[in-house]
């Protein structure tokens, strides 16, 4: 992104943002208990998940609990965050989290992750999640704090990944449970994704890769210091996760039965089901916003402009007119711009 139109979009959003910033850092000091996310594993396994709030924009973080230790995925938007996240853990269990996984760049995916170190979790990021980091991380901190959410000194500092990997690898943990990590092929919601299946459990975490039933972050991936989305790219992520884990599977990972897709925002969905909506959803997206930008004819500037705020209040209602039980409406305001400007 031009840093004339980065800066304009921020200004733009601020106003919007800047309620999240009150409380950005400084959440309830008594969380809510972390949720079972789905049915014990046959050896006792379970599967919990901590949703921040809105000044977290809404982020998962899951827990695998084998009995003996935890592994999690995704670290929060804030070290606060993690901290409430960690914390509503602590409701449900004393095992150590001995792993933390990463799986995509964006900052509330890794913000938080010097908490989970500092609890003792390893982190553990594919080597193209690594390398897009500081990238990120100077996209975002930018953005943030042009847009009034933080200063300089507030934003969170990026930590530092511990494992990381290239392809697929295999954690192997105590008690003889395995988390199976896998790098998709192409860019997803972001330039780089990775997936972790639990064979226990026949789960499927996946990120921000899927919204079952709440609206996408439609930015892109932070590619060279710009928004890039690369809906293609999202799409053959998707389909790649049936060829993996669907019916008829060939992949040494692949459970016995269809898996729960597990994402960081919305719903748990049976896989073919969570696949086919989100497909059908990054398509009708598409079309929303190459026909509002079409329909702008020479008044496209204005989407960098002034009044740009007002295009994408619009752009947030006619996605409500096409996805009406669909939650989150707010990650289209903030969100869509990176796909706006794929289309100017």
Do not use: C
Not at 81 to 93: G, P, V, W
Not at 296 to 316: F, T
Request: glycine share 10%.
């Amino acid at each position: 992104m031009r840093l004339s139109l980065f800066v304009i979009v921020a200004s733009v959003i601020a106003f919007v943002l800047l309620p999240f910033a009150q409380h950005a850092s400084a959440q309830d000091a008594t969380p809510m208990p972390a949720a079972a996310a789905g049915p014990a594993g046959a050896n006792g396994g379970q599967l919990y998940v901590f949703e921040s709030d809105a000044n977290g924009f809404n982020t998962k973080t899951f827990f695998y609990d084998t009995g003996t230790e935890v592994v999690a995925f995704d670290a929060q938007f804030t070290p606060d965050a993690a901290e409430q996240a960690i914390a509503a853990l602590r409701a449900e269990t004393d095992n150590p989290i001995t792993y933390l996984v990463i799986t995509h760049p964006s900052p509330d995916k890794f913000n938080g992750m010097t908490a989970f170190q500092t609890d003792g979790a390893k982190v553990v990021a594919s080597q193209a999640t690594t390398d897009a980091l500081p990238g990120v991380q100077d996209y975002k901190k930018a953005f943030f704090v042009g847009a009034g959410m933080f200063t300089d000194e507030t934003y969170p500092t990026l930590g530092t990944v511990d494992q990381t990997f290239t392809g697929a690898t295999t954690l192997d943990l105590g008690n003889g449970q395995t988390v199976e990590l896998r790098e998709l092929s192409q860019p997803g919601i972001s330039s780089t994704q990775t997936v972790a299946f639990i064979p226990e459990l026949d789960a499927l975490i996946v990120g921000d890769l899927v919204h079952h039933k709440a609206h996408a972050w439609l930015e892109g991936g932070i590619v060279d210091g710009k928004a890039t989305p690369t809906l293609d790219g999202w799409i053959a992520d998707l389909r790649e996760l049936e060829q993996l884990y669907g019916a008829g599977a060939v992949s040494p990972t692949a459970g016995a039965a269809e898996p729960m897709v597990y994402g960081g925002r919305g719903e748990a969905a049976p896989l073919s089901i969570a696949v086919a909506d989100q497909i059908a959803y990054l398509e009708q997206a598409d079309k929303i916003v190459s026909d509002y930008v079409a329909s702008l004819g020479h008044r496209k500037a204005e989407l960098s402009g002034p009044d740009a705020s007002k295009h994408y209040a619009a752009l947030q209602a006619k996605f409500k007119e096409a996805f009406p039980d669909y939650d989150l409406g707010y990650m289209i305001l903030y969100g869509v711009y990176g796909l706006v400007n794929s289309k100017l």
